[in-house]
């Protein structure tokens, strides 16, 4: 069986795993105070030049997503995000735990428009003082999003700019981070990243490395004791240096890049072979994350030889269901997925 | 520079590293649904020969902690444990941060008697409803302590008891679980924990691992749903087969067991030299960690070659610092600070 | 200027403030034991036809419906309401703030229905452990609602049998629980909230109380501890017994029931003149409150003597409004106001 | 039985009870926003010299308290209190509850110097950023104390000096304020409070009050929203307008102050005729709280004629009991006690 129904479902990319073992006879600080999370943090600064930004490693994406909110919300404010958001949807109300409510805005594409925050946002700040809101502290968003999809540099400056306005944070969950900056078309980089947001991360995980995402808080006052909230929340590694190393090895020469563009090239072709065999795209997605919608019999065919993950059944009676490619996604496993597709 | 300042200094024992290695091509399922922690957890209900138990591997230690007094307890209730406890003094109020007090009692070894925890325990139970009041609801220990002492079992048989009688939950954390069993005079086991407690963990990141805690959940109420609250908090990790491979390298032949015993049997050997020498010890420790009295002038001096932890300073002008061993530690380390403790 | 405004803007029916001046010079236990909290209860109790229900006095409906969540819920659990509801849209995230997640189903009337709790539950219940949800443990809803509907017995228990289905618990706001009762066409009782709900609320503040809701606690498993919820989240009244006294001075002789079946007869008065009117109704509410449309002109004249509550603008340009009468209101302001409504 | 008990057994001072007698034809705005709030408000401003600060009436103490924990503090920061701190000893952990450690220091007359703060405040503050520890961002008083003591001007002035050096708020909780600025030899004022502290506030409940305490918050910063605080926790009354007409009668013609003193007055009247007959007194309090210690026959004679509270046993075997006096007690009630005391 292959799998393509995620995008970490192999261990990590051998240029980590040789840095891991490279590290082997090394001893080092404890708790990310070392000489690889701080070369790491320097490259990172470097790629988003942005001096002034506070890097840290923490080990999973729901841990950086939560503890960001908590860091940086007082008990009465709320964060707004896409209904489809990962922390409105996939992470067990791991937000609300912390006592945020979150304001879902509707969707279609795994996206939301400055147009919609602003409207939400209104109606708490432009009307007077309500104390019976919450008052909307952050926006968060995902690039790319859970539907593959990507924020154009305009979308983003825009969601900005009304962040701005009222004085709300911007926080971008970069879970698939590479694959988002290597998609067809897309405008944004890192670097704009360092600009038009607060916080964001590179994630790791999802992208060649065995686990680990990189926090990058732009916002001078969110830097403030932030060890200590992700101590609090669990998220401070005793081998902090493991994901140091890791995110060494994956900055190194583009090669976090390249890779995760490659997946998204090869995500591509799979979507065009479902094209031309007529079978529907649910969405127009240009990363690594594919949504087509199978016949009963056309799922169950793909079945036999591969692992997707099915995501909902329409009103019609098909299949929505996601082939995701992954850094480790090789040719051949492309070709062979793309030939059976013809086979349908 | 050596390091003798804790025992997470070094990436992972090579059995492990090699494990890791060895599953690069492999794919997994994702979020510890897969074989190796499967066959781990297996191994370890063997181990404690305890079927019925639910095993779950958590990245960190500071996790499960929190995880466990979130997902155990109920809002007006607390913890009762030592003043040195490690969710007490050391992790930024993560349990009082999932809403719940600790109420802390003194000790001087890191170790708390049955007898405390009862007379605690009854100002609540025995004196009829105190509504303003938190309910003790669990008890949480060491093994081995902060200050490298164990429990032995009827001592922890006691501490049982007393949580029978009252209707409160026994945790053990036991983050250096391997090095508690492997010290000198231990008569704990794993099947004694399964049999005394309601959970407790077998630390992996102190102990060989990369990363890794395994948590063993005896109590049947308190497995339910548990995995939500791994998820809610952050722990369920995407590539959680990588905790259980390392496990399974780690319990295979005995491995874990043995590499901590070395590390106790070294570090007795450093608390020995010490004594020779005429230096005061903290205390009575037979595990990995010993604490010793240094003078100002012995302290400098052994810090031109090794890294070792500062505790604190005594009233009479002395310093209390740690000297840790490690499942990495090597016989030559150990005599060549025993030389140097020698020429002091 | 006449307040329609909403149904506490007058300090307590002369019954209830003769009561708290005949106690004046007695004296008695703190905290909600004493001897009027205990009758009140008793007279709950036979009211409700429920001789173990645990009843409590707080102080507002804010407390009762936090503190009730955070005592009934897990932390992986979330509640399930109607988006009108008031602990979704009026209480400022003090359910979140407790850690739970809510979430909202839509309805246009303030009422959700048996088949839209039962299709999100099944979502989490028949389809396997998904660990990345909450689990819905709750079903808040209100009686009357925040629309001034009111559910029928039928409904309720339709309700109930789903909540039973899952496991889940039922909780009605019944801040204004008099009105609901008192609505022509109603087919519930205490007897029957009692009969189909886990736990509920009489609310005072609203029908005729200086302060106070009187809850409710049908299930025996919440009931535990319930004070200490109370009390570690400020519900504990110091003079608990002002509660008590006013909740016999409303129950005696039907007082409360009849006082608030003459506000739902006033506010149908009204509603009558609307409709005589042409005056579109924004919905059809049998008790207080009611909701018309006024245009700009219609509303500018109204105020000029009438204080009442603005709910929203429609896209065509017409005002959403509530006139609102209380256990107060008299039958002379119901006259003048129709009169002016003719004269619109 | 005559209650000595404390200090909320009866309804409210008469100049009160008539205030809300004569509103009761009266109509106001909900939610604390009229004129009897704000009328209260400014005479508070007035008595405080601080024309800047906020003040909010909440129904109980407990809610201020946990309230201002949760505006105030980041969820990485602590409170620092005495032992026998209300918050720490008889809330059932409601500032836990809110994600906040207490950090309770020892004292045995209710009282903490500037020295303990200092010292517990320097351990975070002056020896490096200590991700572990939370860090210490309030200091809580109580005036009167527990024990009945106050604090000295010069006492509170050296604690807001150590506040100040370190960034800590100091709060002050003072359901017993008038006692306290009551006591002979008291050098504090509001005015005092107001200059030295960041918030505290003016019980009412104990004080002549039916319910409510005022809050006054010199600091701007937690001005800042506050009123959602209020909210989220429950703790904005429909009917504010009751506390605020309630302060408006106490705090006229001093009433609030006489009472109170008169109250002092009988306390210490009480306490000297312990002293007289030899009977050992716990502790030395100037206020309306007295604790002496009695034997079994002593208090068992005096259980025959008065409620009073049980407090501890002693290891002698001695009983410490609380007598407590209020502004509703009687020279008739003192005398008769004070005969009682003689004829032990």
Same mark, same amino acid.
């Given at each position: %069986?292959?799998?393509?129904?995620?995008?970490?479902? @192999?261990?990590? @990319?051998?240029?980590?795993?040789?840095?891991? %073992?490279?590290?082997?006879?090394?001893?080092?600080?404890?708790?990310?105070?070392?000489?690889?999370?701080?070369?790491?943090?320097?490259?990172?600064?470097?790629?988003?030049?942005?001096?002034?930004?506070?890097?840290?490693?923490?080990?999973?994406?729901?841990?950086?997503?939560?503890?960001?909110?908590?860091?940086?919300?007082?008990?009465?404010?709320? *964060?707004?995000?896409?209904?489809?958001? @990962?922390?409105?949807?996939?992470?067990? +109300?791991? *937000?609300?735990?912390?006592? @945020?409510?979150?304001?879902?805005?509707?969707?279609?594409? +795994?996206?939301?428009?400055?147009?919609?925050?602003?409207?939400?946002?209104?109606?708490?700040?432009?009307?007077?003082?309500?104390?019976?809101?919450?008052?909307?502290?952050?926006?968060?968003?995902? =690039?790319?999003?859970?539907?593959?999809?990507?924020?154009?540099?305009?979308?983003?400056?825009?969601?900005?700019?009304?962040?701005?306005?009222?004085?709300?944070?911007?926080?971008?969950?970069?879970?698939?981070?590479?694959?988002?900056?290597?998609?067809? +078309?897309?405008?944004?980089?890192?670097?704009? $990243?360092?600009?038009?947001?607060?916080?964001? $991360?590179?994630?790791?995980?999802?992208?060649?490395?065995?686990? +680990?995402?990189?926090?990058?808080?732009?916002?001078?006052?969110? /830097?403030?004791? $932030?060890?200590?909230?992700?101590? /609090?929340?669990?998220?401070?590694?005793?081998?902090?240096?493991? %994901?140091?190393?890791?995110?060494?090895?994956?900055? /190194?020469?583009?090669?976090? =890049?390249?890779?995760?563009?490659?997946?998204?090239?090869?995500?591509?072709?799979?979507?065009?072979? =479902?094209?031309?065999?007529?079978?529907?795209?649910?969405?127009?997605?240009?990363?690594?994350?594919?949504?087509?919608?199978?016949?009963?019999?056309?799922?169950?065919?793909?079945?036999?030889?591969?692992?997707?993950?099915?995501?909902?059944?329409?009103?019609?009676?098909?299949?929505?269901?996601?082939?995701?490619?992954?850094?480790?996604?090789?040719?051949?496993?492309?070709?062979?997925?793309?030939?059976?597709?013809?086979?349908?």
């Amino acid at each position: %069986m292959l799998r393509f129904n995620n995008d970490y479902n @192999h261990a990590a @990319h051998d240029k980590v795993l040789e840095a891991v %073992m490279n590290s082997r006879n090394g001893s080092f600080a404890g708790y990310g105070e070392d000489e690889w999370c701080s070369a790491a943090a320097d490259m990172i600064r470097k790629l988003t030049s942005c001096d002034d930004a506070a890097v840290y490693f923490l080990p999973g994406a729901t841990q950086v997503n939560f503890i960001v909110c908590a860091a940086a919300l007082r008990p009465i404010e709320s *964060v707004i995000c896409a209904d489809s958001g @990962h922390i409105f949807a996939h992470e067990a +109300g791991s *937000v609300e735990k912390t006592g @945020h409510k979150i304001t879902a805005l509707p969707g279609s594409d +795994g996206k939301i428009t400055a147009a919609q925050i602003a409207e939400e946002a209104s109606k708490y700040y432009d009307e007077g003082e309500k104390e019976y809101l919450t008052k909307p502290g952050m926006v968060y968003i995902s =690039f790319s999003t859970e539907w593959g999809t990507v924020y154009s540099r305009n979308e983003i400056a825009a969601i900005s700019e009304v962040c701005k306005r009222y004085g709300m944070l911007l926080f971008v969950d970069g879970a698939r981070m590479g694959y988002g900056l290597g998609a067809e +078309g897309n405008d944004m980089s890192l670097e704009a $990243f360092a600009e038009l947001t607060d916080v964001f $991360f590179i994630g790791g995980t999802k992208c060649g490395a065995m686990f +680990g995402e990189a926090l990058v808080i732009v916002n001078r006052q969110l /830097q403030t004791g $932030f060890r200590s909230y992700m101590k /609090q929340n669990g998220a401070v590694l005793a081998k902090g240096w493991l %994901m140091g190393l890791q995110f060494c090895a994956l900055l /190194q020469d583009n090669l976090y =890049f390249e890779i995760t563009k490659k997946a998204d090239e090869a995500a591509v072709r799979i979507r065009e072979s =479902f094209r031309q065999k007529g079978i529907p795209l649910y969405i127009e997605s240009p990363t690594n994350q594919q949504f087509v919608l199978l016949t009963d019999e056309q799922k169950s065919r793909l079945e036999e030889k591969y692992i997707f993950e099915f995501m909902t059944r329409t009103p019609e009676g098909l299949n929505c269901v996601r082939f995701c490619t992954g850094w480790n996604t090789t040719a051949e496993e492309v070709d062979q997925l793309i030939d059976d597709i013809g086979r349908l």
